[in-house]
């Protein structure tokens, strides 16, 4: 592929998304507790995102619902549970997650409030700047706190926090409106975040032998029973957010003010996760929130601190005693409870028309995940191609065309929609089926490349032509980071 023009068609679509996008990919999402007018308490306080720009520059505020609208409920949150607050963005790119209380603003000891009369919140916010807060759970996180979710897609969610039997612990949300949710293990029940990393599910948590970040059954549980298995742990540690920068590197913000406190590194040997060091803004700071992006191999870090006046902090890793840089400080009567590093969002768009041959009509998909950088399980797929039969793969660094060519000696019907840079030739397997691996770098600067795919179907039964050949439609990927 062409790499320079990929670069570009990269950095066309960026300024595209930041002319029309309402929150701009690259910069920060801040979760804010307060509007400043009265001290933080214990009761439901109003909820903001803020965005800023990555050197702390304010963009705006994204105020989230305190009242009930339609089918959306509010999403206020206790002023002064400092392990509340968290927000994640969905695997996809395409929403940022919020867990709330509805609750009107005023009402005291929200935390404390019984799940049935004061639902549990799924505050789910489009890049766009659409809220949905339809989700509202009365069997979750009772008499205790709702903290995080996480999620592919924005359709189905994982959640955590602690409450009362039976309702703690990471739990699964089926559906986008749901009122109810499975806990997914009684392992651990008292967990802080919860987040996915290449199609798995971890959590965080400071309770008994769980210090640090663990596992949640295989892949991404949807009933109950798993085990929630440690990764990482640490003599009095207490983890809160965490963010893997690829499959070996992961950083956890640990809140301790003893000087033991900061970003976690904790890298992996292939069995077993080990501390490499720890980042503190100063020795008597810990982190809470925490989010980042690698770039050329270079790691950038946000966080939010765990001190009485809260901070969004950065720091690039380059080693032990790495300096920090504060961007934003909270007002008065506000506090900071996470900040995220607005990702670039996938997509996957089908246009064009396919062509069948005597073998069916050939189709073109993807699989291991969705298509985001450091995703090395990527694959482009082919369907419905025939059993044992040559099927090839064209692949585009750039955008596919609205309209279709056709290609002298194929079927009538056969439409290409692109020129391609590389052609990869294959045999389907029993079932028709066949991929080819595109695992994408781990860069945040690729988010927004465009890339295209189409399959072609060799079948040697239609006579009469000098390429026998059926097509699928075309396929659109935008990578997202």
Request: with cysteine.
């Given at each position: ?165 039976p309702t703690p612990g ?27 990393y290449n199609g798995q ?59 033991s406190g900061g970003i ?218």
């Amino acid at each position: 592929m062409h790499s320079t023009r990929l670069a570009a068609l990269g950095t066309t679509f960026l300024l595209a998304a930041s002319a029309f996008a309402q929150i701009t990919p690259g910069n920060l999402i801040v979760s804010r507790v307060g509007n400043g007018s009265a001290a933080l308490s214990n009761a439901a306080t109003p909820r903001f995102l803020d965005e800023y720009t990555p050197s702390g520059g304010f963009v705006q505020t994204i105020a989230l619902p305190t009242t009930v609208v339609g089918g959306n409920r509010a999403c206020t949150d206790s002023g002064t549970s400092s392990s509340h607050g968290f927000v994640t963005q969905s695997v996809d790119g395409r929403y940022l997650l919020a867990a709330g209380y509805d609750a009107a603003v005023g009402t005291l000891s929200v935390a404390g409030s019984a799940a049935a009369s004061v639902n549990r919140v799924i505050c789910r916010i489009g890049l766009d700047g659409s809220i949905d807060s339809s989700t509202a759970l009365g069997d979750a996180y009772t008499a205790n706190s709702f903290r995080s979710v996480a999620s592919v897609d924005g359709t189905s969610f994982w959640t955590s926090g602690t409450g009362t039997v039976p309702t703690p612990g990471v739990r699964f949300v089926a559906n986008l409106g749901a009122t109810t949710s499975t806990q997914l293990s009684g392992t651990v029940t008292n967990l802080r975040c919860v987040n996915i990393y290449n199609g798995q599910l971890y959590c965080s948590s400071a309770s008994g032998a769980f210090l640090g970040i663990s596992s949640v059954g295989t892949g991404l549980p949807t009933t109950s029973g798993q085990t929630i298995t440690s990764m990482t742990t640490g003599t009095g540690a207490s983890a809160y957010d965490f963010w893997f920068a690829d499959a070996n590197t992961l950083y956890v913000a640990d809140d301790r003010t003893n000087g033991s406190g900061g970003i976690q590194k904790w890298t992996f040997s292939g069995s077993t996760w080990s501390l490499a060091y720890t980042l503190a803004p100063n020795a008597t700071t810990g982190c809470r929130g925490l989010s980042g992006y690698v770039n050329s191999g270079v790691t950038t870090l946000f966080a939010s601190t765990s001190a009485a006046l809260s901070e969004i902090v950065t720091v690039t890793d380059t080693g032990l005693g790495s300096a920090f840089t504060t961007l934003v400080t909270a007002a008065a009567n506000t506090a900071f409870r996470d900040v995220q590093f607005v990702r670039t969002p996938s997509a996957l768009v089908h246009s064009g028309t396919a062509c069948a041959n005597n073998n069916g009509t050939p189709t073109v998909g993807t699989s291991g995940g969705a298509p985001v950088t450091g995703n090395t399980n990527f694959a482009v797929t082919a369907g419905n191609c025939g059993a044992g039969q040559f099927v090839m793969f064209l692949l585009y660094g750039g955008p596919v065309s609205p309209i279709g060519f056709p290609v002298p000696g194929t079927p009538a019907c056969v439409q290409v929609y692109f020129l391609p840079d590389l052609l990869l030739l294959t045999v389907s397997d029993g079932a028709g089926a066949a991929a080819t691996p595109i695992p994408l770098p781990n860069s945040s600067s690729l988010g927004g490349l465009l890339l295209g795919a189409q399959v072609a179907a060799f079948d040697l039964s239609l006579v009469g032509f000098d390429i026998p050949i059926g097509t699928s439609n075309a396929l659109q990927i935008t990578v997202g980071n």
